[in-house]
């Protein structure tokens, strides 16, 4: 099985903020990377496909970026309704398998 | 709209069995490959089964293959995931979804998502 390997598995940053999240998969995976987003409560919410395409109706400031074995997610300016969990999941093989996730939270 | 409204869930104790149920409307069923993922409480996600769009291929982890059976009906637009020898760790809200995949590098759904939002199974005596 193909191991994701996520960090930080929590962050606290201010409105405006830059935010990074990395995600390691344990071999190579292509592009086969996704980015979700969850809000307490509610189901996942996908953000990015393909590591770097954004899903329709999802706000630019969101962006993803890697190939292989190294990927990045970046928030470039934090808004207050970003606040959330954010998971990556790789696609290119089964099973489907999902990082440990980052807790977003508000300083 | 396109929407998974999933049932079933409750209280079991450990060793019974539990079928969940996935009601699918506002898309073509019958044409999705679809999947079960489940999320314990504060952990993470966990992808639980696969099913092609027609029955005839399923596809679980190594840890749940053989306790769990995925199934469907497109003639009623209904997806169900069988789970027997319940065991207190199977504690989760379970999702149905169409999710992208690739097997072989062959990719279908790759960036159509579509989640419902959870039944939850409580295993406890």
């Known amino acids: 099985d193909i191991q994701m390997t996520q960090s930080p598995s929590s962050l606290s940053a201010s409105v405006g903020d830059r935010v990074t999240i990395t995600c390691q998969a344990s071999?190579?995976?292509?592009?086969?990377l996704n980015w979700y987003q969850q809000i307490a409560g509610k189901a996942p919410k996908l953000l990015i496909y393909d590591a770097s395409n954004l899903e329709g109706g999802v706000p630019s400031r969101f962006s993803g970026s890697g190939s292989g074995t190294d990927f990045i997610f970046t928030i470039s300016s934090l808004q207050p309704e970003d606040i959330a969990t954010y998971y990556c999941q790789q696609y290119d093989n089964l099973p489907l398998t999902f990082g440990g996730g980052t807790k977003v939270e508000m300083k | 709209q396109v929407q998974l409204v999933e049932s079933g869930g409750g209280v079991v104790q450990p060793g019974r069995s539990l079928r969940l149920s996935c009601e699918a409307s506002?898309?073509?069923?019958?044409?999705?490959?679809l999947h079960w993922v489940r999320q314990a409480p504060g952990k993470g996600l966990e992808w639980v089964a696969l099913i092609s769009y027609d029955g005839r291929n399923k596809y679980y982890p190594d840890s749940l293959r053989g306790r769990f059976t995925v199934s469907r009906d497109n003639s009623k637009n209904t997806l169900y995931l069988q789970m027997n020898g319940l065991r207190p760790e199977d504690t989760a809200t379970y999702h149905c979804a169409s999710l992208g995949f690739c097997i072989n590098g062959v990719c279908r759904g790759v960036g159509l998502d579509f989640w419902g939002q959870g039944t939850t199974v409580t295993v406890s005596s």
């Open positions: 506002g898309f073509t069923f019958s044409t999705y490959a």
């Open positions: 071999q190579g995976i292509s592009n086969s």
